[in-house]
């Protein structure tokens, strides 16, 4: 069984919480702003998100369950991750979806066509 000891914090944050979990805040902020859901699911998500991370750590690397600077710099970074997938998926479909309307001015924004 891999170790604090073994394993850097820093290692397992980037690997585990960045790769791993951040991966799965990415799928689920594109699935969120795919099916046009508010983004209030995709904070909601990623809280839960933060638990499965913090447990995992706990499980697999002896990381502090009950960490609550591990949670909140785990779940500040997931939840990065998911709301700027949830933007620029939520841009790109507002845009395909209503062309007359809307123009890309950038990744993470769009105006109202003149």
């Known amino acids: ?11 397992v944050f980037l690997w585990f919480t960045v790769i791993w979990m951040g991966g799965a805040a990415l799928l689920t902020g594109r699935a969120l702003a795919l099916s046009w ?28 369950l009950l ?3 591990g949670y909140t710099v785990d779940t500040v970074t997931i939840l990065g991750i998911g709301l ?15 062309p007359w309307l809307f123009e890309r001015t950038g990744w993470l924004t769009y105006k109202l066509c003149q």
């Open 84 to 98: 700027f997938a949830y933007r620029v998926v939520h841009v790109s479909v507002i845009v395909r979806q209503y």
């Open 37 to 64: 859901r508010p983004i209030w699911q995709v904070v909601l998500s990623c809280f839960g998100l933060g638990l499965v991370d913090r447990f995992f750590a706990y499980a697999l690397f002896d990381a502090s």
């Open 1 to 11: 069984m891999l170790t604090l000891s073994t394993v850097s914090v820093s290692g």
């Open 67 to 69: 960490s609550v600077v």
